[in-house]
């Protein structure tokens, strides 16, 4: 059974994967976003849009698109700053009295309740249980359940039938859904449900469109929910590039090059998991489905810094909560690269006495 926690202490929850890579040259497999993005097509939308900067940004269209694209109406969908910042409008927009967050998973949404004054609990999953959500280890009372789905960073994509078991009258379900258009069909998605009650759903175009630089998500929810978000952000939180590129992200075109790119993911996450398999050191959660893999190693903190030297950068676990210094997040990438990383990996853990006689 998963683990519940009220924590005073903590990891750090504002260290995130682009730390690994920052001004150094290293092949990322640190940071979640897809490689060789955004695309041509893309670069050329955004750029397009530049010649209107003069003017306020007008997110109707956007937000139509957007709405479009998930069969909703339009007072259904708030465009924001990235996913990052619907975070932060839930924490102080709400009147949440006993939030829950389900770990490890993405550490805004617990550092931006906190911010807000909030005490938070912990639902912590295990790695016996495959990092699994049962419904019934989150507590009856919590007005606010945060979930991602697939989880970072465990790659778990949990079952909607499970996830709308936590939904209740009085509630707010939010579930993180940043990671989901990584997944072939978008398999277990809660987007565009207007069944379950309570049902907060947050989607990034960072992570398929390489637009972490950009900073453009969405949020899709209750009406009402939407307004109360609304009026806790700024005038014009989405510049005009976001929200062109919003736009052009919903199109058809685009949708069948993302799911295109999530077939190709998931053959190449088969590649680097099988590779993983011939470490006798390396226990990976195979249950993966979203554009990485966490892995444990003993002495993985050591492994990190050593493959450092040989020019990766892995994602540390221990900063999320329910992990430790023993574990790494791998995002997945080209055929290629997986094969040199596996290379480094082998002379990484000879170097930090993982491997003995290896």
Known sequence: MAAMHTHTDSPDLRHHGDVEVRDEKLTDLAVNVRANTPPAWLRERIADSLTGLAAYPDGRAARAAVAERHGLPAERVLLTAGAAEAFVLLARALPVRRPVVVHPQFTEPEAALRDAGHEVRRVLLREEDGFRLDPAAV????????????????SVLHPAAVLTRLARPGRTLVVDEAFIDAVPGER????????????????????????????????????????????????????????????????????????????RTAVERAHLLA????FDEVRAVTAAEGPFVLVRIEGADVVRERLRSLGFAARRGDTFPGLGPQWLRLAVRDRVTTNRFLQALDQALVMAGCAEGR
């Not at 507590?139 to 960073?153: I, K, Q, S």
């Not at 990034?204 to 949020?219: E, Q």
Request: with cysteine; proline share 8%.
């Open 139 to 154: 507590p009856e009372d919590a007005d606010l359940v945060v979930v991602g789905n697939p989880t970072n960073p465990t």
């Open 188 to 263: 277990e998605a809660l987007a565009g449900r207007t069944d379950v009650p309570g049902l907060v759903v947050l989607r990034s175009l960072t992570k398929t469109w390489g637009l972490a630089g950009l900073r453009i998500g969405y949020v899709l929810g209750e009406p009402g929910t939407v307004t109360a978000l609304e009026r806790a952000q700024p005038l014009w939180p989405v510049s005009s590039p976001a929200l062109a590129a919003a736009e052009a992200c919903m199109s058809r075109a685009a949708l069948a090059e993302a799911e295109h790119a999530a077939h």
């Open 275 to 278: 590779g993983l398999a011939e």
